[in-house]
C-alpha cells in the first residue's frame, strides 16, 4: 500500500470516528441517558495524537532524505545505513543512496585520471601551460618551472602568462590566438634562450574554454644547427682555398708556363704543398668523425687499452725535434719514470702529444717548448707550454672549435688546418679526462690535460706480463 493510499485511508478514518461514536450512542443509549458530548474531545485528541505520531514518523524520514541531500551536494558521500521502506518516500531515498554511490565511483575515476594527467605532465620534457579564456594561468608541469626558473603552481595560479614569460611578442601572439580560436606555433627568446611554442584553443561544446601552451627549448638545436653551418662553411672554405690555388697553377702550367723549368718545378711544388695540405684537412676530418662515432677505441673496450706516455712520446720526438730545430727552438721534455699508465691507446696518446707540441712549436718564434707530467689519485696531468705569441683573452673560450683560427692569415701561412685542437679536445674528453688552456699574449701558452689513469694493481699486473 502506497503513501497516499495510507494518508486518505487515515484523513477518512479519522474524520468518520466522531461521527460514528455520535450516531451510536445516539441510537443505543437506553432511555433517560443524555448524551454526553464530552466523549467527542477524548476521541479528537486520540485521533490527533495517531496523526501527529505518523506524521513525525514522515518528517523524520523526509528530514533525513534533506539531509543526504545536502551530504551529496558537499561532495559527502557516507551516510548511515538504515532500514528503507518500500514507499515513494522509500524509492526516493533509495535512488539518493545509489546516486551517491554512482557518483563515488565518477570521482574515484577522475581522481585516477587526473593522477594519470599528472604523471605525465610530470614527464614531459616539454613545458605545459594551461591559460583560461581570459589569458590567466591555471595549470603547468615541473618542466615549466626547471626551464624558466618559476615557482611552485600555487604562485602562478591566476597570473597572466607574462608574469612567467616576460615576452611581449608572445603575450600579443597568445592574445591573438585566444581571439581568433586557432592553432598555431612560434619562436621566442626569454633570458638568452631560444624556445618553440605551439598553442592550441581548448574548446567545449564550441564554447572558449581555454589555451593550452607546449613549450620546448630549442637553444641547444639551435646552437648545433649554427655549429653546423659555419662548420660547412668552414669546411667549404678550407677545401676550395687549396683547390683555388692547385687549379690556378694547373691553368697557368696549361698556357705555356710548363715550357720554363723553373717555374714549372716552382708550380709544382706549390701545387704538391697545396695537395698535402687539402689531404691533411681530409684525414683531420676523418680522424674528427671517427671519434665521434666512438670508431677508435676510446672508452667501453672489453679489454681497456693502456699506455705509458714516454712511449707515446718516443714515437712523436722525431718529428717534433726535427721541428724546433728548423725554427731553433729547445724541446724540454720532463716525463717521470715511474708515472703510471694511461686509460688511452698508446697512438691516441702520441697524437695528442703530437697535435698540442706541433701546434705549440708552429707559434714560438724564439724560446721552447716544453712537456711535463706528474700523477694525482685518478689522472695523469701532461702538460705542454710554449714561449709563444699567446692567444687573446676572447679568443680562450673558442680555441677547440672546429676550424677555429685566432690570426687566420698566420695560420694559413703555417699550414695549419684548423682541427688539431679540436681533435685533441675530443680524443681527452672521449677517454674520460679534460683539457685546460691558459695563455698571456706574448708570454705563452699553456694546454694541461688531465687523463684518467690505470688502476695500480692491473697496471703492475701488465708489466708482470710484459
Avoid at 124 to 144: C, H, R, Y
Wanted: negative net charge; charged residues 25%.
Amino acid at each position: 500500500m502506497n503513501i497516499r493510499t495510507k494518508l486518505t485511508g487515515l484523513a477518512v478514518l479519522l474524520s468518520g470516528i466522531p461521527f460514528l461514536i455520535y450516531f451510536w450512542i445516539d441510537k443505543y443509549q437506553p432511555e433517560g441517558l443524555g448524551f454526553d458530548h464530552r466523549l467527542i474531545l477524548p476521541v479528537v485528541i486520540i485521533s490527533a495524537l495517531v496523526m501527529y505520531f505518523y506524521a513525525d514518523m514522515l518528517g523524520n524520514r523526509i528530514e533525513r532524505i534533506v539531509a543526504k541531500t545536502g551530504l551529496i551536494i558537499q561532495g559527502k558521500y557516507q551516510f548511515e545505513s538504515l532500514t528503507i521502506k518500500q514507499d515513494e518516500i522509500g524509492k526516493l531515498e533509495e535512488e539518493l543512496d545509489k546516486l551517491a554511490h554512482h557518483n563515488i565511483g565518477i570521482i574515484r575515476s577522475e581522481k585516477k585520471e587526473a593522477h594519470t594527467i599528472q604523471t605525465i605532465l610530470s614527464g614531459m620534457k616539454e613545458g605545459v601551460v594551461i591559460l583560461d579564456p581570459s589569458g590567466k594561468i591555471v595549470l603547468t608541469n615541473s618542466a615549466i618551472e626547471e626551464m624558466f626558473f618559476a615557482r611552485s603552481l600555487q604562485s602562478l595560479q591566476g597570473k597572466p602568462l607574462m608574469y612567467l614569460l616576460r615576452n611581449n611578442t608572445l603575450d600579443e601572439y597568445v592574445s591573438e590566438i585566444l581571439h581568433e580560436k586557432k592553432e598555431g606555433s612560434m619562436e621566442f627568446q626569454v633570458r638568452g634562450c631560444t624556445y618553440t611554442v605551439w598553442a592550441r584553443v581548448l574548446t567545449d561544446e564550441n564554447i572558449n574554454a581555454g589555451l593550452v601552451l607546449v613549450i620546448r627549448d630549442i637553444t641547444e638545436l639551435r646552437r648545433l644547427e649554427k655549429m653546423r653551418t659555419e662548420f660547412v662553411a668552414n669546411v667549404s672554405h678550407e677545401l676550395r682555398t687549396p683547390l683555388t690555388s692547385i687549379n690556378g697553377f694547373v691553368e697557368t702550367l696549361l698556357d705555356g708556363a710548363a715550357e720554363d723549368k723553373e717555374l714549372r718545378e716552382r708550380f709544382l711544388g706549390i701545387i704538391q704543398s697545396e695537395s698535402l695540405r687539402l689531404k691533411g684537412i681530409i684525414d683531420d676530418l676523418l680522424t674528427l668523425s671517427r671519434i665521434e662515432n666512438k670508431q677508435v677505441g676510446l672508452r667501453g673496450d672489453a679489454a681497456p687499452k693502456i699506455s705509458f706516455v714516454q712511449n707515446a712520446y718516443e714515437k712523436i720526438k722525431p718529428v717534433i725535434e726535427s721541428y724546433a730545430r728548423a725554427k731553433g727552438l729547445e724541446i724540454h721534455a720532463k716525463i717521470p719514470p715511474e708515472l703510471p699508465y694511461v686509460l688511452m691507446g698508446e697512438d691516441l696518446l702520441s697524437q695528442v702529444l703530437l697535435n698540442l707540441m706541433e701546434n705549440a712549436v708552429k707559434y714560438t718564434s724564439i724560446g721552447q717548448v716544453s712537456l711535463s707530467c706528474s700523477a694525482e689519485e685518478k689522472y695523469i696531468i701532461v702538460t705542454v707550454s710554449d714561449t709563444g705569441c699567446g692567444i687573446p683573452q676572447e679568443s680562450l673560450s673558442r680555441i677547440f672549435e672546429r676550424f677555429y683560427r685566432v690570426d687566420k692569415a698566420r695560420s694559413r701561412e703555417m699550414g695549419g688546418t684548423g682541427l688539431g685542437l679540436s681533435i685533441v679536445k675530443h680524443i681527452v674528453e672521449g677517454s674520460g679526462g679534460r683539457i685546460t688552456v691558459s695563455s698571456e699574449v706574448g708570454t705563452g701558452t699553456s694546454f694541461t690535460c688531465y687523463l684518467p689513469s690505470f688502476s695500480s694493481d692491473i697496471m703492475e699486473g701488465n708489466r708482470n706480463n710484459a
